[in-house]
């Protein structure tokens, strides 16, 4: 199984490296960027007008028709007081017919480079943390209680920084100020140690055999990312980004159940149509012998927003699949919780067969407990049928 998304890459199955040392997956990363635009349209605010229900929005559009009006500053209560800025006016909803696609308007967009320029203020990083220390995910904090917590005298100076994350990192209203999503997913990344650690876990056993030679399975964490693969024949079963809190304050054997848990969801939620990086609609194809992988065929999942893409065996596209779990469960197998590659069927393509070339078609074989749950699926991995054979 192969991941490749906008900044890591790694290997899952099928790949053989000299040693385990040095998985050959960590030589195979693939460097895919977002896609960004070139312009920014008025800058937002921060503050949000009610939006009717099964009004279409996007990511970016939170205003859908309604006309944005100037709003006072939550934090008006201070020496400094605040401005006022004059909401930028939006044009009428359009007429959809129940297409959403004309209703989803980029109401602000920031730049890379401004994003990091933004970010790149240790007083604004303050702010940041005195929101996530003061509740800011449960409840509005007001500017009174945020000038207190962060160490600057200057209240017109702490206006002008909090200003600058307002709109795209921070969500002003009357009751205070609170986290918009990408604030909340910088905080994570700085406070949590995503962009400032580097962890490194040495050998670990881990359950389960090697598909290939039926060896003793380790596992070992470098460069932000887990692998777990064969000490003899040096197969990697599993090499996948995984965020360097995944180690604190866990055994290795909680670790390596986090990790199945995390690795699994993001396949589960690409299988689903959803990108596990930004949301985006993800288009799934089969893909005949992949160049770069020792498989007959892999699936590929690419996000039509942000480019990022996946790659893995077809079984990893049914660890979500309700006929597939009600085989395991029924034969006391657990695949919420049993390492996934604990089973060949999903780190390799050995009980995979393409049945068919024009359409594409492909067989994966489930074995447990003496039967088998054959899985029949189409060019775009849908299942067409499914055979019980006891």
């Given amino acids: 199984m192969d991941r490749r998304s906008r900044g890591d890459g790694a290997g899952v199955g099928g790949r053989r490296g000299g040693t385990p040392s040095v998985p050959e997956a960590w030589a195979l990363t693939e460097r895919v960027r977002r896609a960004v635009g070139e312009e920014r349209v008025v800058p937002f605010d921060g503050v949000y007008p009610d939006v009717p229900r099964d009004s279409g929005v996007s990511q970016f559009d939170r205003t859908a028709g309604a006309e944005a009006e100037s709003e006072a500053d939550a934090g008006a209560e201070t020496d400094a007081g605040a401005e006022t800025d004059a909401g930028a006016e939006t044009e009428a909803e359009p007429e959809t017919d129940g297409d959403l696609t004309a209703a989803l308007r980029t109401e602000s967009q920031v730049l890379p480079a401004e994003v990091f320029a ?23 904090v007001s500017f009174t209680d945020l000038f207190e917590r962060v160490d600057i005298g200057d209240s017109a100076n702490f206006n002008y920084h909090l200003r600058q994350l307002t709109g795209h990192f921070v969500k002003r209203s009357d009751d205070g100020y609170e986290f918009r999503y990408p604030g909340r997913k910088v905080v994570s990344a700085i406070f949590t140690g995503t962009l400032t650690e580097r962890t490194q876990v040495g050998f670990f056993p881990a359950d389960g055999a090697c598909y290939d030679c039926g060896g003793d399975l380790h596992g070992w964490y470098v460069d932000d990312e887990l692998t777990v693969g064969c000490a003899d024949c040096g197969t990697v079963q599993v090499s996948y980004p995984f965020p360097s809190g995944g180690p604190d304050d866990r055994t290795t054997d909680e670790l390596l159940q986090a990790f199945h848990h995390y690795v699994r969801h993001h396949y589960c939620l690409a299988a689903d149509g959803a990108c596990p990086e930004c949301t985006g609609s993800i288009d799934t194809t089969l893909v005949r012998d992949p160049a770069d992988e020792d498989l007959d065929v892999a699936v590929e999942h690419v996000c039509r927003r942000c480019s990022y893409r996946l790659r893995s065996t077809v079984g990893v596209t049914l660890l979500d699949h309700a006929e597939t779990l009600v085989f395991h469960s029924d034969r006391g197998v657990d695949l919420n919780t049993a390492p996934f590659w604990q089973f060949d069927w999903c780190v390799s393509d050995r009980l995979t067969a393409v049945v068919s070339e024009d359409p594409l078609r492909v067989r994966v074989t489930l074995p447990c407990a003496g039967d088998e749950l054959r899985v029949l699926l189409d060019e775009t991995c849908a299942v067409i049928e499914t055979t019980l054979v006891e």
């Fill in 118 to 140: 933004t970010l790149g203020n240790d007083t604004r990083v303050d702010i940041l943390r005195a929101l996530l220390e003061l509740g800011a995910d449960e409840a509005p």
